[in-house]
Structures are given as C-alpha cells and as structure tokens.
C-alpha cells in the first residue's frame, strides 16, 4: 500500500470520519472514501464499522492501523536519512503545545529552525496537557510541549525548565499589589477560567471546592485571545504562566501574581518525546533547539519578575 493512501487510512481513523479527515489532508471527500475502499478490498476484511454518528475501527482496523503508522514512521526515517545523504534536513516535523506557546515562543522557534533547514515542514496542533500526551504516545505528533504531569510511559520528560502558573491580574486590581496571592484570596474576585484544560482545570477547581461561596467564575473559555482584554480591563483573575502575558506583563497592563500555598505555583514546562520510537533527524534537530530555547528562557527569568 502507497504512503499516500496509508496517510489517508490514518487520517480517518484518528478522525472517525470521512468528511473530517478529508478536511484535514486537503482532499476531496469522494477520493478518501475511494482510497478507503480500495485498501479494505486488497485486504478483503472491512476496517471501520459504519455507524450513524460516524467510522470506528473493527478489530481488523486496529490492527492495520498499528502497521499503517509503523510503516509511515519508517518512510519518514528513510526519507530524512536521504536527505541527510545530500547534506540537508528534510521531512515533516508534528508538535503539538499548550495555547501560550503560540503567542511568541513557538513562532519565534519555527521562523529561527526555518532558516538554517528551510526543507523541513512543520505541522503544528494547539491542544490540553492530556491530549498532547495521547498524540505523542500514540505516534501521531514528534514532540509535545506541555507541563509535568502524569504521561504515558512510553513517552519521557525532557529539558524542563520552572514554569509556575500564576494570578494574572489587571495592573490596578487590588492582588496587583501582593507579593503572592493564595487561591483563597483570588476566589474573592471574579475569576476567569480556561475550559479544556484538563487535568489542570481540576487541579484548580479541587483547591477552590472549599471556596466555592466566594469564588464566582464569571467567564469560562478555551480561547486565550478572549480572556486576555478582560483580565487587562481588570474583570477578574485568570491563571496562566507567564509565556501567554510577556508581553502585557513587560509593559506593566497585566501582572503576573505567583502562588503561595498551590501545586500550581510549582509547575514545570518541557518537552514531551516518545520514549522508543526513533525520532527522524529533523525532529531530533528541533528537539534539541527547542530544549535549548527553554533553559535560555529560563535563565532569562531567573531574578525577574516572571520566573
């Protein structure tokens, strides 16, 4: 079976849908139907059960699924080592990170690899601490850059650097002025929370269960671009690190408060990597810069008003 039509197989299965892997890969609906088809005759068994709200494996899915990646995988290690013959990274590198991430580090990150490999493509998921580590254990994305909480065991924890969450407030609300803030003292104002965070959206709301008759959440969103206006207007108290708000907090509109007496307060960011699949040159190659990126990052806060 082609590369291509592998890719297509996989891109449904992860989707559960024509429709929507053929929005992912670009392609026309009627030709991933087509190619689905053709690879569940060659191999006479159906590979998806067709239900009414969608396509889920059947046994024989699951297992042409798990040969579908290996295959993929051992293309793309053949293709960048090709590439390495003729001098040159090549191939596609997957990260998947949190939504703070987007703002400057990983922009600045890609546009720096880009010059010195710019054969090297990039595709490039936001998404939760749990979800990220589902896609790096299961092979669909190379790295993922997330905090340090439970992961799969086939996946291993590097270049991690202190990346607290903090109470980011307006400039002129009244935390503002404290050199730390409790949950308990933020659950006294409106708070700002981020939905599909998961598991640090519970990890806030078991320390706040006790607050629950002074807390009120007024805004609960996924979408940092939302929640950032609001905590500068002073609205309320919101959570994040301060890799979301550099800029704000550098220009003094909002004020990154840290936390005393939270597990929050002690958070680390890093990098999440599989722990026995071979990472291509390439991925190997932004791994490292990344790594490196982090530990510059912290030093550069290390005694500043972020870290």
């Known amino acids: 079976m082609h590369a291509a039509v592998l890719r297509y197989f ?13 929005e992912e890969l670009h392609v026309a609906s009627s030709a991933v139907s087509r190619q689905i088809q053709k690879i569940e005759e060659e191999l006479g068994t159906p590979l998806f ?14 297992m042409t699924l798990r040969h579908a990646k290996a295959t993929l995988h051992d293309f793309e290690l053949l ?3 090709l590439g390495a013959l003729k001098g040159k990274k090549t ?48 092979g669909e994305i190379d790295i993922g ?13 590097i270049a991690d ?54 807390g009120r959440t007024l805004v609960t969103s996924n979408n940092l671009m939302l929640l950032r206006p609001m905590i500068e207007a002073g609205v309320g108290v919101a959570f994040y690190t301060p890799l979301g708000m550099a800029d704000q907090m550098k220009s003094g509109t909002i004020v990154g408060v840290p936390l ?29 810069q990344l790594g490196k990126a982090l530990g510059q990052l912290s030093q550069a806060w290390k005694g500043s008003q972020y870290g």
Do not use: W
């Open 145 to 157: 850059i997330t905090f340090n909480l439970p992961h799969p065991e086939d996946t291993q924890f």
């Open 260 to 288: 005393k007496g939270s597990r929050l307060g002690g958070m680390r960011l890093g990098l999440l990597v599989p722990r026995r699949r071979q990472l291509t040159q390439a991925a190997e190659a932004v791994a490292e």
């Open 49 to 62: 059960e067709r239900l009414p709200n969608g396509l889920r494996l059947t046994q024989a899915g699951k």
């Open 10 to 22: 996989v891109a449904v299965a992860r989707a559960g849908s024509i429709r929507k892997a053929s």
């Open 79 to 81: 293709t960048s080592e």
């Open 161 to 214: 650097i202190p990346m607290p969450l903090m109470a980011m407030v307006s400039a002129h609300h009244p935390l503002a002025r404290l050199p730390a803030v409790s949950l308990s003292e933020c659950a006294q104002y409106n708070l700002l929370l981020q939905v599909d965070t998961e598991p640090l959206r519970s990890l806030i709301e078991v320390e706040l269960s006790s607050l629950e008759r002074t």
């Open 91 to 138: 191939g596609l590198v997957s990260i998947a990170a949190l939504d703070s991430l987007f703002v400057r580090f990983l922009p600045e990150q890609i546009k720096e690899f880009h010059k010195l490999h710019p054969a090297v493509n990039f595709r490039v998921h936001s998404g939760v601490q749990s979800r990220i580590a589902t896609m790096v254990a299961e």
